[in-house]
């Protein structure tokens, strides 16, 4: 089974699927922001629990979460390891339980999201900087492309590293890095020329 | 029938000494309803379909389509022209088949329902009906291609203009491709390496070292080119 794309939506009926796409969008923020607010060890962990029970309420599946939030470990292994040392064993659990909520809940809102309704939340809320000269379907498209780029860049940087590997320089950080830096601007300067060709940067 | 008419077009790029010239005094009216552009890499060949939709800007003439100026009325002729690339993933940035879709439609269809019933409306004439939930990275090559082909299509344009659409696909999907494209309604401006698929075409330039050197029947056009490339 292959790890959660983000923005993917999972097809179902739950409540989570049914709630306005804006309230739930303000919840995710509100509960964001609660949930970085919380203290000690347990708070954070009982939040991380919810935030489960939700996902899998909502339908996501539990290895595809698992398999998603895979990639964020060895970041979370090196974090707690250093928390521990400098502020105790509490603070690392804190830390640790409050992002892997966020990516929980993150995951669980794409999941339960079409995307389509997320540009359409999005333009809403941005029509009042309207006034200030900002489009608010160029903000959509942008929120858009930030979560549809992250399976790309990663495909991306798998590719390079595989590259330098085969010349025998996967300990070469340069090897790995310049032209991953170069596909990714390369590919982002594609992806601009595709949404120019479709009339997506053109006004009204 | 859409006009393409390009009148003494020269494209410039800025170099560290300068500039270099990409295409050099094109002059062409294309009203056939399948143009192809052959010539080698680095020739012009993506230069010059790329000025048909303001992707690439002329330094000096001009370029319109249906009698609108590409430099002054840029979205109404984009409105008019599609453009399918060569890497489909670029061109593909919603997360889901049907998303995509409607994503062309979001500038001018306003209801949710009416975008997506119409995107539903080209995925099932290309064949991707069956798929228009799925993830956009879980498609294969040519299905990917045909998704990008089906996101210009639901914008309904008159000129369809793709850039070697099928050179990064197995022999199945490129076959796909090339009939899909081939069987359009709409006009065809197609840059391609397939010699075959362009004898298809009804007219065909060849461009070398940023001229267009042959501009005929495409079998006479083709034996230019062959000559010219191999000598």
Known sequence: MRSLPLGLQVPGDTVWHRLPTGRKLLGLVLLGVGVVALQGPWLPLLALAAALAVALHAGVPARSLALGVRPLLVLLVVVAALQTWQRGWPVAVEVVATTLTLVVLATTFTATTPTDDLLDAVVRVARVLRPLGVDPERVALTFSLAISSIPVVTTLFTQTREAAKARGLERSPRATLTPFAVRTVAHAHAVGDALAARGLGDPD | ?231
Do not use: W
């Open chain 2, 1 to 231: 029938m859409a006009t393409i008419e390009l009148d003494d077009v020269t494209v410039t790029a800025p170099t560290a000494d300068g500039e270099v010239v990409l295409l050099r005094d094109v002059t062409a009216r294309l009203t056939e309803r399948r143009v192809v552009v052959v010539g080698a890499n680095g020739s012009g060949k993506s230069t010059l379909v790329r000025l048909v939709n303001g992707l690439v800007a002329a330094a000096s003439g001009t370029v319109r389509v249906d009698g609108l100026d590409v430099a002054t009325d840029g979205p109404a002729v984009r409105r008019r022209v599609g453009f399918v690339f060569t890497q489909p993933a670029a061109q593909l940035v919603m997360p889901t088949v049907l998303e995509d879709v409607a994503l062309s439609l979001r500038r001018h269809v306003k209801d949710k329902r009416e975008r997506e019933a119409r995107a539903r409306a080209v995925l099932a004439e290309i064949g991707l009906a069956d798929r228009a939930d799925t993830s956009v990275h879980a498609l294969s090559g040519g299905q990917q291609q045909l998704l990008a082909i089906a996101g210009v299509l639901a914008c309904e344009p008159t000129v369809v203009v793709a850039d070697e659409p099928t050179t990064l696909l197995d022999l199945r999907n490129a076959r796909a491709v090339q009939e899909r494209l081939l069987s359009m309604e709409q006009q065809l401006l197609l840059v391609t390496h397939d010699l075959d698929l362009a004898r298809r075409c009804d007219r065909a330039l060849v461009v070398e070292d940023g001229r267009v050197t042959c501009d005929d029947d495409p079998e006479r056009a083709v034996a230019h080119y062959v000559e010219s490339a191999l000598s």
